[in-house]
């Protein structure tokens, strides 16, 4: 149970911040004349480092932009990386978001196969697997009717059962169990449990402490892109509380790039 | 192209469902269905029968057929580029949030435009029946032109595909391109209208050779010269080579400009 399976090694992340780029032809041609662009780099994540072991259930903490989203991104494989190295043992959903393949206008027995198809599963897997899919989503006979006729915690509903019943070594799941009535809640928290019994890796993000306190074994809490803590989950979460965090540098810059 | 081969194969299930969906969202909520797909062609001939038989007066028998013949793989290829450019921008949200192999969604969009293709072979054959066009034993060679026309179009597809991703415009540009495109290969003509100094203009269109197969084997009965056989192989070969270079050096970066 000691085998790592997710490594993150100094991983730095930069991007140019889209609204800076030239979007048409026209604007092209402007910045041309001008003979100047200004690009401005946003730096979402500055020197991460980190590991999770097999069966630990770890989540990931911070305010909003501090990077987290980023990171589950890096790790499913999302983004590529710009610097450092994140290595990954194991079998693991290629998504961050539940229900991220739905199409609104398709069924949810639609949509749970192309959901399978675009992790990787085959079309074979997923119609065995259908059934047991569809019972967990409890969502009766609107299995068969147009998504985008569901409420949204039918929706999400679909989606964690999706997500969870295929069966990954890692699951990465990103702010998750914020939809979803209480009962419905309570069994997904009943799944990942048997996950983690299964000896499968969790690392999740939420804003949720009482998830952190009481089902990781270990809490990171970034804060503006670089880890501010990791260990102790009631640790993490008062550090969160608090937002005793020391603050680091700015992280954004502006450099005007020339265009030859 | 190991690459291209390899993760069509493994994406193959996928592919083959994304095709689907699109060919269900297009044809959803609509009375007919499926139907609009058969249907589509036959009322297209009735409308240039019409046209071209009373209004303009082409001196061409059977001219329907002579048309349809060219006119259908050709919506093919212009469908399939103008579905394919959008590709990747319309999935944005997918490609933000899951790791998937980004050339799934210019190949599916191909593929859809495949299934619409090969369904409405049969009211185009009908056509034919009706009109009694002979059938002739060139039918067979039909597999050709279409192997070599897909390959084509591919590799158009994925360049499309990734430049729309940088620069919106693209998407625009592609429907004049095909505009002028369609008056710049013999699909309402044939190419012997015009004086043989003239023809070379023509003559450096690719398409020329990749449709010429279709017209030839359906309405001729005939089959194409070798040298148009190997322009066609040769043009779809190199289209794809260079259309899936250019995707696969970009593809990783589009996640940051959709």
Redesign the interface.
């Known amino acids: 149970m000691d085998r790592v399976v997710i490594t993150v090694e100094n991983v730095t992340q930069r991007?140019?911040v889209?609204q800076e780029?030239p979007?048409?032809?026209r604007e092209?041609f402007a910045r041309f004349l001008r003979h100047e662009v200004k690009v401005r780099k946003f730096q979402a994540l500055t020197d991460v480092s980190f590991t999770v072991r097999q069966g630990e259930m770890v989540g990931l903490m911070g305010r909003n932009g501090a990077g987290k989203s980023t990171m589950l991104?890096l790790i499913?494989?999302?983004?590529?990386v710009t610097e450092g190295r994140i290595t990954v043992n194991g079998s693991m959903s290629?998504?961050?978001?539940l229900g991220?393949?739905f199409?609104p206008?398709?069924t949810g027995r639609?949509n749970i196969?192309?959901g399978g198809?675009?992790?990787g599963y085959?079309?074979k897997e997923m119609l065995r697997r259908q059934d047991s899919i569809i019972e967990f989503a409890g969502l009766g006979h609107f299995i068969d009717a147009p998504v985008k006729q569901y409420s949204s915690g039918m929706y999400m509903r679909l989606a964690f059962s999706v997500a969870t019943e295929v069966n990954p070594d890692i699951l990465i799941l990103d702010e998750v169990l914020a939809v979803g009535d209480i009962a419905f809640q309570a069994k997904c928290l009943e799944r990942l449990q048997r996950f983690r019994e299964a000896g499968k890796t969790i690392l999740f993000v939420t804003h949720s402490p009482e998830l952190i306190t009481d089902y990781c074994d270990r809490a990171i809490l970034l804060h503006k892109g670089q880890v501010a803590f990791d260990g102790d989950p009631v640790k993490a979460v008062d550090l969160y509380r608090a937002s005793a965090v020391p603050q680091p540098p700015s992280v954004f810059r502006r450099e005007p790039v020339r265009i030859p | 192209m190991i690459e291209l081969v390899r993760d069509t194969y493994a994406n193959r299930e996928l592919i083959w469902a994304l095709a689907l969906k699109e060919l269900k969202i297009r044809y959803k909520r609509s009375v007919l269905g499926f139907l609009w797909a058969l249907l589509n062609p036959l009322l297209l001939m009735l409308v240039l029968t019409v046209v071209f038989s009373t209004i303009m007066r082409f001196s061409i028998p059977h001219y329907a057929i002579f048309l349809l013949s060219v006119l259908i793989p050709w919506t093919f290829f212009s469908q399939s580029l103008s579905y394919a450019a959008e590709s990747i921008v319309s999935n944005a949200d997918l490609i933000r949030k899951v790791r998937v192999a980004k050339l799934v969604f210019p190949v599916a969009a191909v593929v859809s435009n495949m299934i619409n293709f090969l369904l409405s072979v049969i009211p185009f054959a009908l056509i034919v029946l009706i009109t009694r066009h002979p059938f002739y034993w060139t039918w067979l060679y039909l597999p050709i032109p279409l192997v070599t026309l897909t390959i084509f179009t591919l590799g158009a597809t994925f360049f499309f595909a990734a430049a729309n991703v940088y620069y919106r415009d693209v998407a625009h540009i592609l429907q004049i391109l095909l505009q002028l495109l369609f008056y710049m290969t013999p699909i309402i003509f044939a190419l012997d209208v015009f004086p043989q100094k003239h023809r070379w203009v023509f003559e450096l269109n690719p398409l020329l050779y990749l449709l010429e197969g279709f017209r030839l084997s359906v309405y001729y009965g005939r089959v194409p010269p070798m040298h148009s056989i190997v322009v066609s192989i040769v043009a779809a070969f190199a289209a794809l080579a260079a259309g899936f270079s250019i995707f696969r050096k970009y593809q990783n970066k589009f996640v940051l400009y959709i």
């Open positions: 991007f140019r889209l780029r979007d048409t032809v092209l991104k499913v494989g999302v983004y590529s290629p998504l961050i978001e991220a393949g199409h206008e398709l639609e196969l192309i198809l675009l992790m085959s079309k």
